[in-house]
């Protein structure tokens, strides 16, 4: 299975913009990039998805390598309610499952 | 209407005893998932359910058994668990099980073994 690494944790502070990385370097064609997020004491929430190009949606950007071999969930302003555990996750084509990495713990400085 | 709602939110249990988790979905989605979470950890998956089939056991010990009795629900039914087997269980569920659909996860059951 392709695997994901992320820093264990980061810092914002509130209303600035938070890049969180992630590196997939064995990522393959088929792999999707989807990155989702667990808020305190709830399950994962969905953040993005994307497979080449960059994504844009309410919540978030993605911005992925040209090689693919990494990616970036932006946030553009944090706010306190984002401080969350984010995890970047490969999937492949149909009937895979999603694994998820081990997270990167984001704080959200007042 | 996007919430998977899962019962209990808490539960105690002893080694002997014999419980069930629950899990509904009303989005009309055709694959639900078992996930295990331990304290600081992701979740892992245990079981796939595509089309109310079994799709994907994760080597899953035979204490833990699913079941699927319609496209809305999933239980999980547990029986003589070990104190290792205390976790966060995550209950989601999927239009189908396709590369870019997201995955909706319920708020999960903390499960304590005694």
């Known amino acids: 299975d392709a695997k994901t690494t992320q820093p264990n944790s980061m810092e914002s502070n509130e209303e600035e913009p938070v890049h969180l990385p992630c590196n997939h370097s064995?990522?393959?064609?088929?792999?999707?990039i989807h990155w989702y997020r667990q808020l305190p004491s709830q399950g994962p929430e969905y953040v993005i998805h994307g497979l080449t190009s960059n994504v844009n949606n309410r919540m978030a950007s993605l911005a992925i390598a040209e090689d693919r071999k990494s990616s970036t969930l932006i946030l553009h302003r944090a706010t306190l309610r984002d401080a969350a555990v984010y995890y970047c996750?490969?999937?492949?084509?149909?009937?895979?499952?999603?694994?998820f990495g081990t997270g990167t713990r984001l704080a959200v400085r007042p | 209407d996007t919430e998977v709602t899962q019962t209990p939110k808490h539960l105690v249990m002893g080694m002997t005893n014999k419980k069930s988790l629950k899990c509904e979905q009303h989005m009309g989605h055709r694959a639900m998932y078992w996930y295990k979470q331990k304290a600081k950890k992701p979740p892992e998956l245990m079981f796939v359910y595509s089309y109310e089939k079994l799709s994907i056991n994760e080597s899953v010990p035979s204490r833990f058994s699913p079941e699927c009795p319609n496209s809305s629900l999933l239980n999980l039914h547990l029986h003589a668990l070990q104190p290792e087997d205390s976790a966060l269980y995550l209950c989601a569920s999927s239009q189908a099980w396709l590369s870019t659909d997201t995955q909706y996860f319920g708020p999960g059951t903390r499960l304590t073994v005694l």
């Open positions: 996750t490969l999937k492949k084509s149909s009937g895979d499952k999603l694994t």
């Open positions: 064995t990522i393959s064609g088929t792999d999707y």
